[in-house]
Each structure stands twice: as structure tokens, then as C-alpha cells.
């Protein structure tokens, strides 16, 4: 399969902990990267590898992965975070790339 | 500190192709995976297509028929066509580099900020 699946939106109380998840069977061979997109903005990386972090991206932010699941973690979520979220990787192939269909998240 | 710019028509007629380059500085492109993904409006993030810098390319199996995808080492750009265009083709369109860290691991490290295409007679 090249698909990646994430949940449409999530919702989170300000301060608290939130997961967003993402399978597919490419993830099994494949590390997933993870982007935030506010509004009117690209997409910035926010995680990638096994729970790596670009310089200036606050470490509230954390990946994991698991056979076919990948998944971002932000712990203490705070106002700022609200955005969409996609996850990417390489499909099966190797020769092909495949983004999630984003996750809404809301902060409370 | 790497910089893409993508430039090209913001209108296209139906049936007509879509042109775009993606300027980058601070680096030369003569490595790494450069992309063009695009974004229709209110929707998700949909992968259009690579190329390497030594000239190979990967496309979208559901775009590979109708994109073509060049690279300009010498200016350090690379640009996108995109043929037989509908209004379905009306998105946000992204340029971005792709690092590869392993033979696992690749992400987008750095994005152009993206400019609207919209395809109407």
C-alpha cells in the first residue's frame, strides 16, 4: 500500500499531553517526518526519524514508531500548536513519496 | 541558510500547461531530492514529483502521465510542467528539498513558501 492514514482532527486541553498517529504499510520500512502547517504558511518540519528535532522546534515535540504506526507526541500542548499536522514518507517502493491526509488539531 | 522561491503564472487556461521554476539559494542543488508538491484549497498535501540532481526523476503515479520535471544546474533551479491542466489542478504548489539521511530515512527539510496556480478560462 502507498497510503498513509491519520486521523482528521484531534483536540487537546491547553497544557496537556496529545498524540497524532499515522499508519501505513510503508512505515514498516520507512521512517516517517512529520509538518506543521498553520494557516497561509508552508509546512514546517517539526520531527523526523526515529524522534528527531530541527533546530528552533520547542522539545514538547516527540516522535515514536512502532511496526506500521508512526506517531507525534506533544507534551504540554500549548496555544501556538494549534495547526494541521501531516505525516510523510517514502512509499514501498522507495521511488515514490506519500503524505497523510493531515490532522486538525485544536488546542482547548 | 537555504532559500527556495518558486515563480511561474498564478492563471492557467484549461487544457494549457502549467509552468513553474523553483529558484534555490544558499546551496547549490547539485545534490540532494528536489520536489514539487501542491495543495488544493482546504485540502492535504499531495506529492507531485522528484528530481535527483543528476537528472532521474520520480513522479505521482496518478500525475505521471502529464508532469515532466527538470532540473537547471547551472541557474540551480528546477521546474515543473504540467500538461492538459483542469480546474481540479488549482492548488498551492510547493517547492521543497528532500534530504536523505539513510536509506530509510528522507524528509522535507526546507520549503518554498508556495504560489497559487489557478486554472480557469
Known amino acids: 500500500s502507498s497510503e498513509l492514514t491519520q486521523d482528521s482532527a484531534v483536540s487537546v486541553a491547553l497544557g496537556q499531553t496529545v498524540r497524532i498517529t499515522c499508519q501505513g504499510d510503508?512505515?514498516?520500512?520507512?521512517?516517517a517526518s512529520w509538518y506543521q502547517q498553520k494557516p497561509g504558511q508552508a509546512p514546517v518540519l517539526v520531527i523526523y526519524g526515529k524522534n528527531n528535532r530541527p533546530s528552533g522546534i520547542p522539545d514538547r515535540f516527540s516522535g515514536s514508531s512502532s511496526g506500521n504506526t508512526a506517531s507525534l507526541t506533544i507534551t504540554g500542548a500549548q496555544a501556538e500548536d494549534e495547526a494541521d499536522y501531516y505525516c510523510n514518507s517514502r512509499d514501498s517502493s522507495g521511488n515514490h513519496l506519500v503524505f497523510g491526509g493531515g490532522t486538525k488539531l485544536t488546542v482547548l | 541558510q537555504v532559500q527556495l522561491q518558486e515563480s511561474g503564472p498564478g492563471l492557467v487556461k484549461p487544457s494549457e500547461t502549467l509552468s513553474l521554476t523553483c529558484t534555490v539559494s544558499?546551496?547549490?542543488?547539485?545534490?540532494?531530492?528536489w520536489s514539487w508538491i501542491r495543495q488544493p484549497p482546504g485540502k492535504g498535501l499531495e506529492w507531485i514529483g522528484y528530481?535527483?540532481?543528476?537528472?532521474?526523476?520520480n513522479y505521482s503515479p496518478s500525475l505521471k502521465s502529464r508532469v515532466t520535471i527538470s532540473i537547471n544546474t547551472s541557474k540551480n533551479q528546477f521546474s515543473l510542467k504540467l500538461r492538459s491542466v483542469t480546474a481540479a489542478d488549482t492548488a498551492l504548489y510547493y517547492c521543497?528539498?528532500?534530504?536523505?539521511?539513510?536509506?530509510?530515512?528522507?524528509?522535507?527539510?526546507?520549503w518554498g513558501q508556495g504560489t497559487l496556480v489557478t486554472v480557469s478560462s
Open positions: 510503508s512505515l514498516r520500512y520507512y521512517y
Open positions: 544558499g546551496d547549490s542543488i547539485s545534490s540532494y531530492y
Open positions: 528530481i535527483y540532481y543528476s537528472g532521474s526523476t
Open positions: 521543497a528539498r528532500e534530504y536523505s539521511e539513510s536509506s530509510s530515512l528522507y524528509y522535507f527539510d526546507y
